[in-house]
Structures are given as C-alpha cells and as structure tokens.
C-alpha cells in the first residue's frame, strides 16, 4: 500500500513500475478519473521541451529575469 506525503508525493512500488513499463525519471502525467481514482501515465516529451531541458541551469536563478528588466529601462 501507498500512502500520500505531507508534500502530496506518492512512492510508487517498483514492480508496478516495472510491470507498467515505467521507470524513475520518466515524465508522467496525472488525471483524475472520479472520487478516489487517479490514473499516471508516461508523457511524451517533444523535441522542444528536451531542447529546452538541455538549457536549465545555463544562467544563474534570476538572471534572465533581470536581463528584461534592464531592458525594459532602456
């Protein structure tokens, strides 16, 4: 049995993982189906969100923000 975290996560077990052809780091989406039920499935990621992946962690937090916000002044 799983149980749901303070933080609202779930810890799915491994061989209901496995059995779904799932593994950690898969992108997955989550809907509900009715009272109680919820339904996880993998995500496709297109060929933008893996380019746009490959960027995280380029530029420091907050520096692109800043960026626009110097612009804006000019």
């Known amino acids: 049995m799983a149980r749901i975290s303070a933080k609202n996560q779930v810890t799915i077990p491994v061989v209901v993982l496995h059995e779904a052809g799932l593994r950690a780091g898969d992108p997955v ?3 509900t189906l009715g009272e109680g ?3 996880v499935r993998r995500t496709e990621r297109s060929a933008f969100d893996e380019a746009f992946g490959a960027l ?13 916000h110097d612009d804006a002044k000019r």
């Open 56 to 68: 995280t962690g380029t530029y420091p937090p907050g520096y692109l923000e800043q960026l626009d």
């Open 29 to 31: 989406t989550v809907d």
């Open 37 to 39: 039920e919820l339904r």
